[in-house]
């Protein structure tokens, strides 16, 4: 089996501060089993609460004009730029689970350019690239651009913060070592039977 | 006066949650002002919560082989390769005050590896470079060089995990376009009289 | 239906010379479907027949020391570096059924410097890396480097040419615009019931 | 004497398959000498045969809106940026020949920006440019741009592959270190008396 | 204290030519100090006078749409881009004094795109930015922009030759390894009272 | 004809400074005409007096362990990279008549790291692009390093300053738009007959 982290892991979940316990058994209840970060994250609890707070008012804000597969866009762009696996292929189990489009996380992944989005996703990718990538600053022109797509300034917030975010949790996983769990990458490559 | 950011900024600090005051407050009667950066972010108070507990919980952890004027001088070398200049002036102030050497930051954030830090602090940046800019991941060599330079597995985590949560912070601002408060530009620049 | 070309592609494969369309019936055969590439090559009999000529000259060669799983490796890295999402799946679907590894073409195509891969394996895919994306050239150190890992001489030209040759591949499809067949995608993910 | 290539070159050309040592002997007798790109390649006949079948279906394509001096252009520019000696070289002093303007090869190779050609020709090499050393895909824009200029969907063809087939070569000459024959470098500088 | 360059210094002024013994008296008449970049040049005589005639030349021209104040600005952030401490330093105290603004420097060493700078100023700097960092040529686009802000062509030799000669001297800087004298950085940073 | 500069140029040699015209007859007694660059500088006497006694200081100086056409060699290379067509043909041919080797100018442009050069010239030339191109610092290592190839400290510094006033060079022909006169191109390319 492979390693889950350079830094440490707990022996076994029943010793965690209980809140930290309860969020775990949670995503697996869910997801049928306990994404590798959350055991990554556990050596450092406050850090842990911080992560998965500022990361749950990011990808759940509700937003007519910014939905969750498109958060699981940009996160999935972002995070193949930075080379980060398991971002990658963790959020791209979900970018396929919401879009129920099954080529579109490895086509975001790949080459975000060529992929087959609308004008608008394309735009929000281009956004995220040029403050994320390329560490630009949100100019008047920008705005317009983005505004003119029928973008309100809450989702230029979110875009930009979604893109910022992925980069600290793209580097935690650069030290840390942390593979994707085997379940991520099939997750809705299948579509289900009935 | 410039503007504080291009999102919205509270017009009164008595409307925001009590929480937030508070934390306002004390950075207030600390400091003497309030730094721009709690203003930018009021208008999302999840976002502003997980923020500060994120930095304090990375800031303020007692280490004897990290201190806090080194957990500075990551902040103010990461902040200048990423041009964010409210990070650089604030954060270069709190390197004057810690350090107690008022040519530091602006050594640091114009070159660091041409400033006058031991070797073990130029290792430690070097680090932090290869992690955040160059998304390089941590390898067994990075590991060993560091332990032998006398960091213990958790300053290196906190480390990559400073580069790469003011790789988020750099990010927001540019976004938001905040600037530093004129205050900082000249803390710790000139010895207090007695 | 995606377009498979910008340039034009045969209405029917029975006007295209007897040739040409030997060898895709020949694939048809094999793989149960045409991949795009041949349809797209189409157009230009002679640098259709010259590219698989080359291709076939470079990817069936036998040797002990370089595997066609390991020749595979460097088409799926090379071509996820000049971010070519048809020749990534493609090849990837590849790799996977000579490997029998289904995680290894995304582990591969978002950074090969984490995979799970021998350090003989990663050497290979650094050396391709050196000279096909830095443009280096092959030095007394790089030959020393490689026979040790038990690397022939035959072996580092098959690295390099198959290196060399994707880079014509990968743009050869980024002026053409030519998706991946969708077959592709799941070939090898999911191990095959008795 | 310098040599010819880290990989085997032939002892005699007698000793190499017949239609080799004819395509030999065909260039010798239309040169006056044996380009070391021949020689280089006969370790792999396959190969050899590949390669020059390909090369020629790109180089001597009749077209009136792309003419051989223009063809070559495109070689030395897209050589010159991957640094490859033999092929600045020996194309450069084709580019002489074809053109009749002696220094139209070390223009172009030292910087086609500020080379005297036409704005069709610039266009050309900055289309060659994106698409090869900046990996960038064709796109609607650049496809009109270039018709605008003139140019027919072949002729982008033509310069794309030619573009990304001097990519191999570059590299294969890399790999093997050959260098350009003595004759190369001065062919086509000095006007041949009557 | 900390070493003045890697290079012989004078032992003592007295020991100079008398001209260079003469500007350096001139300077320190002027300044309080003598510049350390004045000592670092001294084991060059031939060398000292051309750099000084040269710059003196080029940042004392008088020129009613290019002024002091902004030939510093160009010197601070071209310094900044090219990482040498005492440029950034010794010209940031400069442009903080004949700007009499205290925070200019900093914001444009930092990033100059997000100064608080005319769009005139701007432009000056995002051309000297293509000219010295980009290596970029002036074109004629260049040239109409230039001007329809108001610039001659006599301003745009300025701006460009600046921009240059403070490259070379950003490279010997860093070569002699020569820091700023610590009188500049508090220079123009405090109101003088009167 | 070609324009020699977007900034004004002499009607006639005569209607300049005499120690102008003085020196541009001197390089013509020499060379048999006038090179642009000197042509190109004449609106600037100063600048032009400053420029010429730089680079004769640096040219000029005689030192056993560093040759004429080592100094020429580190310009050809230079300002290869800074794609200077006129500072490559120029200083190309002064390079070939020094080291009597018709093809090392074209070797060392086109890619320095391949040309048929000594270890220790090879290391000055690495240099010299650490120092210019990567903007890098002189460290402890590159000091003995160069020391150990023989280099006195006084050539470091002569490598350093020639790769570095050739950059300021470079840049002053591409706001120029400067070409090379047309008989730089053949000298050295042809042996002389007695």
Redesign the interface.
Known sequence: M?QLS???VPDSISDLPEDIQKSMLAVQEKAGFIPNVFLMLAH?P??F???F??HD??MERESPTLSLAEREMIVVAMS?Q????YC??AHGALLRIYSKQ??LS??I???Y??A?ITDKQRMMLDFTYY??IE????TDEW?AKLQEQGFS?DD??DM??I???F??S???V????TPPN?EF??LG??PRSK
């Open positions: 492979s350079r830094f440490s450092r406050a850090e609460r911080a992560f707070a500022y008012a990011l193949a930075h080379e980060c696996l990658v292929v099954p080529h490895d086509q992944a790949i080459n350019r060529t087959p403050l994320a560490c630009g600053v949100l705005c300034m230029i917030w930009g913060a893109a910022s975010f980069g600290l793209n580097r935690l650069s030290m840390a070592g085997d990458y099939l490559r299948i």
